[in-house]
């Protein structure tokens, strides 16, 4: 008989549960270890961000929406979102006109060209420390002016748990899900750390872009895989692909137990 199949799940706090209930419902065990936590900074911990002759905010992550709630009670200007999931938590925090530019950074700035004019009014974006991309230098050759508001800083851990290394050394782990460079490039090293680099041969990484997949480069992995665009609906999509696969060639899948 099969045990279930387990996966790490390396997504901040605030953004893991739906990834963890996505995978139940496939059947999946999810073992939640975030790599990030988020620590508001300037603005967005004293909630005075000043949106005087602001025409749009810009969102790259759901980490900013939540800052960018916490930093002004404005919900009334546009907000332009770097995909689906920023959207969405933009609009559960009360934003009125959100749309989505359902992809990465260079889809935003196209998106923000093709709906804002330059001249009605600088933009806002809240950002991290940082940030990935460089949305205001693509934006700012179109015309635009753009503010960086750097609303909180994410903070990488220094170790991982003790129940993810002894799952990792177990082989109780089949699937690893990473969602940014930063922390694919965190757990290498953090796997290195806690002398599980050999564990990870027994893993499948799955990654929410080609970038991400990159960032694990130094590990050796039984597969690495990526969504086609970087949401988590086409990760789903290759997760599902993934189980196809397992379900004809049943060693790649849970072992006996």
């Not at 420390?129 to 050759?141: F, N």
């Not at 080609?210 to 039984?222: D, F, I, K, N, T």
């Not at 895989?225 to 060693?251: K, M, N, V, Y």
Request: charged share 25%; hydrophobic share 50%; net charge neutral.
């Amino acid at each position: 008989m099969r045990r279930p199949l387990r996966a790490l799940v390396t997504r901040q706090s605030d953004d893991a549960e739906p990834v963890a209930e996505l995978l139940r419902g496939r059947g999946i065990e999810p073992l939640v270890e975030p790599l990030l936590f988020i620590e508001r900074r300037g603005a967005g911990a004293a909630g005075g961000l000043d949106v005087s002759g602001v025409q749009a905010f810009l969102l790259t992550s759901a980490n900013g929406a939540r800052a960018l709630a916490a930093a002004t009670g404005e919900r009334r200007l546009p907000v332009l979102a770097v995909g689906d999931a920023t959207a969405r938590t933009a609009r559960e925090l009360g934003f009125a006109a959100v749309a989505s530019a359902g992809g990465d950074v260079e889809d935003l700035a196209r998106l923000v060209a093709a709906k804002l004019d330059p001249g009605a009014g600088a933009l806002v974006h809240a950002a991290g420390s940082v940030v990935a991309g460089d949305l205001a230098g693509r934006l700012e050759a179109s015309g635009f002016v753009v503010r960086r508001a750097v609303l909180y800083e994410a903070h990488t851990v220094d170790s991982l748990s003790p129940g993810t290394v002894e799952a990792l050394r177990q082989g109780a782990i089949d699937m690893a899900l990473f969602f940014s460079p930063r922390t694919a490039a965190t757990f290498v090293t953090l796997a290195a750390k806690a002398d599980v680099v050999a564990a990870c041969r027994k893993v499948t990484a799955f990654c929410l872009s080609r970038a991400v997949a990159e960032a694990l480069g130094p590990l050796s992995w039984r597969e690495v895989r990526w969504a086609a665009r970087p949401e988590l609906a086409a990760l789903a999509d290759e997760i599902d692909s993934a189980l196809r696969e397992w379900g004809e060639r049943p060693d790649r899948a849970g072992e006996a137990t």
